[in-house]
Every structure is written in C-alpha cells, then in structure tokens.
C-alpha cells in the first residue's frame, strides 16, 4: 500500500474529517438563525457535508463506485435546477417533497442492510432495532411528504379527509402490522415479505397521517415530518456505525421536534391535536362587497385613499400572509416602504410563527426582499404596538388575524394566538376576493368598521398605492 493510499485509509483521518463536518454543521445551522447569515450558514454546512461524504467515500471499502457516482450525477442533475428555479411561493412544497426524499432514502438503505446481512442473521440486536425503526419512520415520513407535497401543489384538494370515527383504529391496526413485523425481523430472521410489508403498512400510515390534516396545519405537518426524516437518518446511523449520518441525523430530528413544538405552541393546540385531525381546507369564494355572515358589510376602498390614509400616518405595520407570497409582492412591499419611510413614516413588520404555509416563510420572503431584519417584528413584540399603529396593511393574511380566536368559543381557531391588527387605528386588507383563509371560516375583521378592502392582485395593489405616494 503506497503511503498515500495508507493515510486515506487510516481510521484517525475518517474520524478527524468527521469532527470537522461537525462543527461546520453546527456553525452552519447558528446561521440560520437569522436572515442576513443565512445564505451563509447554508454554505458552511453544505461544505460539511461534502466533507462527510467524502470521509466515507474515501475510508470505507466501496463495492459500487459506479452506482454511487451515478446517484450522485442524478442528484445533482436533479435537485440543482429544482432549487434554483422554484418560486418562492413553491418552497413549502419543494421543502415538503425532499424532505419525503430523504425518508424514503433511509427507508430503502433499511431494506438494503436487511437483505445484505440475510435477514440481520448475523447482526447484533441493535442493529436490527435501529434498522427497522429507521425503515418505518422513514416509510411515514416519505409518503406523509408526498401527501403534504400534493395539497400544497394542489394536485389533490387541502381540506382534510378520514374515515371519521374509524379513521384512529384503521391507523392502529395498520400501525400494529407493521411494529408486528418489525418485532419478528428482529426476534429472528424472516422472509423478505416481512420488511415489505412493514414498508407498506408504514406508507399506509403515512399517508393516513397526513390526509386527515388541512392546510392551517401544514407549518407543523412540515416542521414533524422533518423531525421523523432526521431520526429515521440518526437510527440508520447507529445501525450502519456511520457517525456523520448520526450526528446530522440528531440535528435535523432535534430541530424539527423543537420547530414542531414552536409551531404548535404559536396555534395554541398540541402536537397530538394536529395529528389526530387538523383543521382548515379548500375555501370557498364570495365576490367583493357581499355582506358576511357576520351581518356586516364589506367596505371597499382605492389606492389613492389608501396612499393619503398611510402618508399622514405615524406608523404603518404591515402584515403578509400567503397572499403576499402567491402575488410575489414582496419586492413591491419593500419598495411602498421606502416611499413611506422617506416622508418620516415608520414602518413595521408584524409576523406570525404560522403565516404562509412553512414555517418562517414571511422571514424568507421578505429578507428576499432585503427588508432591514430589526424591522421585522415577532407577534408577541409587534401586538404590543398595535395600539398606537395608525394604519395596519394586511396582506394576504387571514386566521392569523381572526379575531374569533380571541372571541368565539366554537370557533376552530379559538384560542390561537393572533396579530391583534383590530386595535389598529385604521386596517387596510389586501386580498383578491372574500375567500376564507385555511381554517375555512369567514374573518369579521373584514366587516369591522375599521377596516376597508383593496380588491385585487397583491402586487399591483402595492404597486398603485406606492405610485399615488409619490405623487402625494
């Protein structure tokens, strides 16, 4: 063996390249907790994560370097474009698809190491353990994704759907097959049929996980699926004595469970709640001007009045929601803003943990839109500031702003903490028509005498009232 050869294989230098994948990984992700080092944070665990591919490559004896190189062109060849040319209103999706990605991938890895060691023949019991728990979370996580990836894709409706009062036992009874399976791999060896049907019963959970779930729950669907994927890849760690595939395996399934419990937290409802049987789904239209069932009207109003309403204000807080996405009027907001600020208007960003439909999905857009981050307000911060806010500008957004989750007992959204944008001196909403938001049900801050409605496309909305401004 020639001296180089002697160090690439040298156990010390797989262990050191792993440490250093580590600490790029967990200074990668301290990035990520704000946007101005994002982009920059994602870079540095990019690079510890080729590191880490690159230890295992060179240290491990590797049987099929040509698969392994094709899977990788295929990977690359595929998820470069994807992730460059996606629409920032598709993120959810995108996010929701490769995460299903990477369960799916640690559930066949699974399979594999069943069919490589017989049956776990001649395996230690941990392994077998880890390998079959990573190949069941994986299986939930992968088909629980693609769910996910389909109703925000509007391939299949959002609103929720089960099999009503039998919709628990048939999971039970799915999910017993598959941990039955599971326990007779591990006992002893078994016919292959076993782990597929431990795949298949745990897809079938999977998707029973998500079908039931409507759209106001999809941040933490998202936010739980990304938990499972990351300890499904920790298991398959412990089982393949790989410590990079534990170690980001931890991080991804840490981060998740604490992003999940935010989220749920953020709704006022429990994780348990959100799976059992979320809430929300396809809305359905009324045109502009209709009076609500709230036995109010609706008052319409223009660019221009909005223009002067804003241009004497003190402060204006803006509020996006999803609509603000679909309509990519983030950049419009941002420049509307700067018109304001110029004539000594100060300008606010109120964000819900919830708005849009993944969580942080406002901060992303508007960073995006280089919108300075200290004027980005948390909800717990910014409704201290409504009070004294001359002109609330909501965008888009719908249950995040309801007050029947202050006030209405049987509301669904009851007792979710919202944008109080109703103590607003003056609201302005923004939308393309009366349709309701994911919880499904109508807004009464639509028909509050405060509030005023600018019918219309987001961004072109934005883009008259920025016009009349300057004319002002």
Known sequence: MTPVASVLTDANLKSALYILAFALFIYGLSGLTGPRTAVRGNRIAAVGMVIAVAATLL?????????????????????????????????????????????????????????????????????????????????????????????????????????????????????????????????????????????????????????????????????????????????????????????????????????????????????????????????????????????????????????????????????????????????????????LEAKGVEVKYAIHPVAGRMPGHMNVLLAEADVPYEQLKEMDEINQEFGRTDVSLVIGANDVTNPDARNKADSPIYGMPILNVDESGSVIVLKRSMSSGYAGIENPLFYNDKTQMLFGDAKASVGEITAELGAL
């Open 59 to 339: 240290v491990d004896p590797i049987n099929n370097i040509v698969l392994i190189v094709l899977g990788l062109l295929i990977g690359v060849a595929v998820g470069v474009p994807a992730a460059r040319q996606v629409r920032m209103t598709a993120m959810p999706q995108m996010v929701a698809l490769f995460n299903g990605v990477g369960g799916g991938a640690v559930a066949l890895i699974a399979w594999a190491e069943f069919r490589e060691t017989g049956g776990f023949a001649t395996e230690p019991t941990y392994v077998a353990i880890f390998s079959i728990f990573s190949a069941l979370v994986g299986s939930i996580s992968f088909w629980g994704s693609n769910i996910a990836f389909a109703k925000l894709q509007a391939l299949m409706s959002g609103s929720p759907k089960s099999l009503g009062a039998l919709q628990l036992p048939v999971q039970v009874v799915i999910g017993a097959v598959a941990l039955g399976a599971g326990v007779f791999m591990i006992a002893e060896p078994q016919d292959e049929i076993f782990m597929i049907a431990l795949l298949v019963a745990a897809g079938i959970v999977g998707v029973m996980l998500v079908l039931p779930i409507g759209g106001a729950d999809m941040p933490v669907v998202i936010s739980l699926l990304n938990a499972f994927t990351g300890l499904a890849a920790a298991a398959a760690g412990v089982a393949l004595d790989n410590q990079a595939l534990i170690v980001a395996g931890m991080i991804v399934g840490a981060s998740g469970t604490i992003l999940t419990q935010q989220m749920a937290i953020a709704m006022n409802r429990t994780i348990t709640s959100v799976v059992v049987g979320g809430f929300g789904g396809d809305s359905v239209a009324a045109g502009p001007g209709a009076d609500g069932a709230e036995g109010g009207t609706v008052r319409s109003t223009s660019a221009a009045d909005a223009a002067i309403q804003m241009s004497y204000a003190r402060q204006v807080v803006v509020v996006p929601g999803y609509g603000m996405a679909v309509a990519q009027a983030q950049h419009a907001v941002r420049e509307m803003a700067k018109v």
